[in-house]
């Protein structure tokens, strides 16, 4: 694997699994703090291209696949941006407590970056894996994009979550079924995580898999982020890469969900925050351990599975 750190927020590149790395040339840093202010939450297009070129012109050094560390979920939808370097067919993978599948705006933020993934034509599907969020509340006043959930685009397992009040007509999909004005999901808490994953794989059309990871899916003692997190456990998490691993090709991986206090430098991104945001938080440099020890464990997981 190449491990690459996009330096957007401090979170991660002074943390020790990737400190060590970066200091011993087993790991490039590209410096972006200068574009976090006009990237996070939204991505302005000048800032963008800026950071593309920068990926572009960076050290890439070594063999395999790709795997970014770039800091808190804000920048999530920079998914979207790394995955226009892909060259072939290829279906993503998402783990997060969010479906970041809005439909407005449509713009490159870290809401609504599925569908800009879901407009490149190589990529072929989203599977989204672990949402235990209110975004499944009540989703069309939201701007879900259902029907790419029902049309097969987009695939949404989350980890529990009550039925979704919908007006539309929808069906039944892999992930779904429609009882009257409510959606049903198939919810991975009650059933057996081999099982899921062996139902998975079949659904994935394509060799080429990325994998994208917003650590927001996992619970408090194993992750602290910018958001609302799930309960999906690292154990499940390390599983489900092996596994993807061992029966597809992955083609690059990002990971963010680290925390960051969010600074920005105008006041639309600033109001955005402030109402997508949970209450902000204040952890303590003891806190945030939790989150080295994890992205440790995902680190050691990538060198043993990916060529």
Known sequence: MRLKVIDLDGSVAGQEPL???????????IDAADLAARLRIVASRDASARLLRRLAEGPDEGAGPPVHFYGSGDF????????????????VVHFDNHPDWVRF??????????????????????????????????PEWQFANLRAVEAERIALFPWRHAPSRVWGRYGRASSFR??????????????????????????????????????????????????????????????AIER???????????VCGDWSEPRFSDPFRATLAYFDHPPPLRPSQAELAVNA??????????????P
């Open 293 to 306: 020890r994890t992205n440790a464990a995902l680190i050691d997981c990538f060198a043993r599975v990916l």
């Open 19 to 29: 400190r060590r790395r970066i200091d011993a040339g087993e790991a490039a840093c």
């Open 178 to 239: 429609q009882e009257g004005s409510h959606l049903h999901w198939r919810n991975l808490a009650e059933e057996g995580w081999a099982g899921f994953l062996d139902d998975l794989l079949p659904a994935i059309p394509t060799d080429a898999v990325w994998l994208t990871i917003d650590k927001d899916v996992l619970g408090h003692g194993e992750a602290v982020t910018n958001w609302d997190q799930g309960e999906l456990s690292l154990a499940h998490l390390l599983t």
């Open 76 to 91: 999530h939808h920079l998914t979207a941006l790394l995955l226009r370097g892909v060259a072939e067919p290829v279906t």
């Open 244 to 254: 993807l691993a061992a029966e597809r090709r992955i083609l690059g991986v990002d």
């Open 105 to 138: 705006p449509a713009t490159v933020n870290c809401g609504a970056w599925v569908n800009r993934a879901l407009e490149l034509p190589q990529v072929r599907k989203v599977v989204t894996i672990g949402p235990c969020s209110g975004d499944l509340v009540r």
